[in-house]
């Protein structure tokens, strides 16, 4: 059993470390850390996002910690994504497309003692893809001297995580996660003159080995013989996880040949940090046949400094700043419909149909024409449906499909549009029957 426990696990992280690539072209994504990835698994991707206090008893709910109390005691669960999406830029009156496909997760659950529960998998935390250019004409006049800028950018976090839930007493269920992040980034900026003849890059890079600390708690109250209402709050760590982010400006002359490298900073080394996340969130259960919920998170971005680039008279560095970010507030609200899970009858009583919408502000901040800030506010809904898998082998697993949109929005700059279709296979397995006669 315990073979096949930790070859689940490695089988997962070989996944992500073999198939994880950039599951964006976003050009917001080379601000900060990149743009922040859907941690949630399967389930609660039909409900965009939704999983605070969603608490499952045949499902992986990496969310909250404490959820993994409420596991089968005869069962193992392994949860696994992959996703595609297309998306549309605007800007100007000008449009393109662009498409991904990336492996998203590998998660797992399973009961190691009564009241007590496990989870372990691998999740994404940031992605970062881009590459772009712009060009613009130097003065007023009408002479074709211009200069363009090239933008590029890879890269992204991942965390590896190890979860425990328990449950103290009925009702109320701790939970503690601890993850290992690691991963890196690489961007880049090139300037070219008119001529050619001048060329200026900067090139920035960070490599992150660290650790992530998330916990959690559920409380479940029952109001009426058919109705429980379940309340969630989580809490992230919030602190530096190093990276030594590095940026290097090099000078070129194409007529002499000669180029001139300089690294920052010149001082001592800098770290990277990520922010202190707070959530809560409620969820309704109607005799196990409606469960209708709400979140609210917290990610507080502003107190975090990140390093820039900065010439402060006649002196340029690679510094740590200050307000650099926003406090990232999200709201969440969905739904699950089941008819009757226990069916045995009626195939389409045991289809869990699921939506939900949500709205988030920006974490990171651009400074437009007029010299405010400015950054893109985030909309988003989903609709996703779990089917049973139906056979001589097994009658507990679930092909979840979710389909979402969402739309990142600033007025100064780009309009995202994004059609995302996730695919998460969750094989439920009875690992843990005692046969009677072998």
């Known amino acids: 059993m315990k073979k096949k426990i930790w070859s689940t696990f490695l089988l997962g992280i070989s996944a992500i470390s073999v198939f994880a690539q950039s599951g964006t072209n976003s050009p917001y994504s080379q601000y900060g850390l990149g743009v922040l990835s859907d941690q949630s698994a399967s389930v609660s991707r039909g409900m965009n996002g939704l999983g605070i206090a969603y ?69 994404p935390y940031t992605n970062v893809g881009y590459n772009y250019s712009t060009t613009e004409k130097i003065g007023k006049d009408n002479s074709t001297s211009y200069y363009s800028n090239t933008y590029k950018g890879s890269g992204g976090l991942h965390e590896v995580y190890l979860g425990l839930g328990w449950e103290p007493f009925k009702g109320f269920s ?27 890059s900067k090139y920035y890079s960070a490599s992150v080995n660290n650790y992530k600390l998330n916990v959690g708690a559920q409380y479940v109250a029952r109001l009426t013989k058919k109705d429980w ?28 040949g000669v180029a001139d490298t300089t690294s920052y900073p010149r001082g001592e080394s800098i770290d990277l940090e ?36 900065v010439s402060e008279n006649g002196v340029t560095d690679y510094k740590l700043m200050s307000n650099c970010f926003s406090d990232r507030h999200k709201v969440t609200l969905g739904a699950e419909i089941c008819p009757n899970e226990s069916s045995t009858r009626r195939y389409f009583d045991r289809i869990r149909y699921r939506f939900g919408v949500s709205y988030a502000t920006p974490y990171i901040k651009i400074i437009n024409a007029n010299g405010t800030f400015d950054g893109p506010k985030e909309f988003s809904a989903s609709v996703g449906v779990g ?41 439920n397995e009875r690992w843990f029957d005692k046969w009677k006669v072998e």
């Open 387 to 427: 089917l049973p898998i139906m056979n001589v082998w097994n009658n507990r697993s679930i092909l979840n499909i979710s389909a979402q949109w969402v739309r990142q929005d600033s007025k100064m700059f780009i309009t995202e549009n994004t059609f995302r279709l996730t695919i998460g296979l969750t094989f």
């Open 55 to 123: 608490r499952q008893h045949n499902q992986v709910n990496p969310i909250n910690p404490a959820s993994y109390s409420a596991i089968d005691s005869l069962s193992f669960i392994f949860d696994v994504g992959v996703s595609g999406q297309i998306t549309n830029f605007k800007e100007g009156g000008k449009q393109l497309n662009a498409r991904n496909a990336n492996f998203e997760y590998a998660s797992a659950a399973l009961r190691l003692a009564r009241h007590l529960g496990m989870g372990f998998g691998v999740l």
């Open 174 to 200: 701790l939970g503690v996660t601890g993850s290992y992040l690691w991963g890196s980034y690489q961007r880049s900026l090139e300037n070219y003159s008119g001529d050619y003849s001048n060329r200026v």
């Open 229 to 256: 209402l379940t309340l969630g709050v989580t809490y992230g760590l919030g602190h530096k996880i190093g990276g030594h982010p590095i940026c290097q400006v090099v000078s070129r002359n194409s007529q002499t």
């Open 274 to 309: 990520i922010p202190t996340t707070i959530g809560a969130g409620l969820m309704l259960n109607h005799s196990g046949k409606l469960r209708i919920g709400a979140d609210y998170q917290l990610q507080k971005w502003g107190g975090v400094e990140y390093p820039e680039y």
